[in-house]
T-cell receptor, first 117, second 112 residues
Framework: EAEVAQSPRYKITEKSQAVAFWCDPI?????LYWYRQILGQGPELLVQ????????DSQLPKDRFSAERLKGVDSTLKIQPAELGDSAMYLC???????????????FGPGTRLTVL | DAKTTQPNSMESNEEEPVHLPCNHS???????IHWYRQLPSQGPEYVIH???SNVNNRMASLAIAEDRKSSTLILHRATLRDAAVYYC?????????????FGKGTKLSVKP
């Protein structure tokens, strides 16, 4: 069964350093999501792509976070500079249909656990 | 989006049925009820979804109240592997957003 791949699985960095996370969605999935999950809470959307275009980045802290999906396949999420409050799990998900499909299943990767010291 | 309310935690014994409740009193007629679960140290995974009628699949059953203001996820025989956080989420048909809006969910513990 196809899966969403993410790397690295764990990342430890110091405050003010740059970090990058990579996601490879399930082949053929048009929509890609990046979520952030703080310990003890549910995931929250950071950015949503439809192919290579950003559909929603209203919750992305754009002063330090950036995301791209240049060829409409894999995606990179970057934080520069990292802050202590960025420590969290960063989850990538993909879905087959276009945005707004209320019955479309999202498939999540295993996540990247970021610790900022 | 309409809000859901779930208990913070529940306990079950292995091989017994589990009923996980979800209240969604402000649900609209075009809101689908989705359930996802998150096993420890993993990303969430889809469990089941429905609109009005009860639904069954290989993982679970979803019972939806007649007025749709509440629903119950049923695990027929809990296993240790079912220990996870279960999220009840409403998604609007035809909505412009595809993202899932997660609450805190219900943490299910399964005792051997």
């Amino acid at each position: 069964e196809a899966e969403v791949a993410q790397s690295p699985r764990y990342k430890i960095t110091e405050k003010s350093q740059a970090v990058a996370f990579w996601c490879d969605p399930i082949s053929g999935h048009a929509t890609l999501y990046w979520y952030r999950q703080i310990l003890g809470q549910g995931p929250e959307l950071l950015v949503q792509f439809q192919d290579e275009s950003v559909v929603d980045d209203s919750q992305l802290p754009k002063d330090r976070f950036s995301a791209e999906r240049l060829k409409g396949v894999d995606s990179t999420l970057k934080i520069q500079p990292a802050e202590l409050g960025d420590s969290a799990m960063y989850l990538c998900a993909s879905s087959r249909l276009t945005s707004g499909a209320s019955t479309d299943t999202q498939y999540f990767g295993p996540g990247t656990r970021l610790t900022v010291l | 989006d309409a809000k859901t309310t779930q208990p913070n935690s529940m306990e079950s014994n292995e091989e017994e049925p589990v009923h996980l409740p979800c209240n969604h009193s402000t649900i609209s007629g075009t809101d689908y009820i989705h359930w996802y679960r998150q096993l420890p140290s993993q990303g969430p995974e889809y469990v089941i979804h429905g609109l009005t009628s009860n639904v069954n699949n290989r993982m679970a059953s979803l019972a939806i109240a007649e007025d749709r203001k509440s629903s119950t996820l049923i695990l027929h025989r809990a296993t240790l592997r079912d220990a996870a956080v279960y999220y009840c989420i409403l998604r609007r048909y035809g909505g412009s957003q595809g993202n899932l809006i997660f609450g805190k969910g219900t943490k299910l513990s399964v005792k051997p």
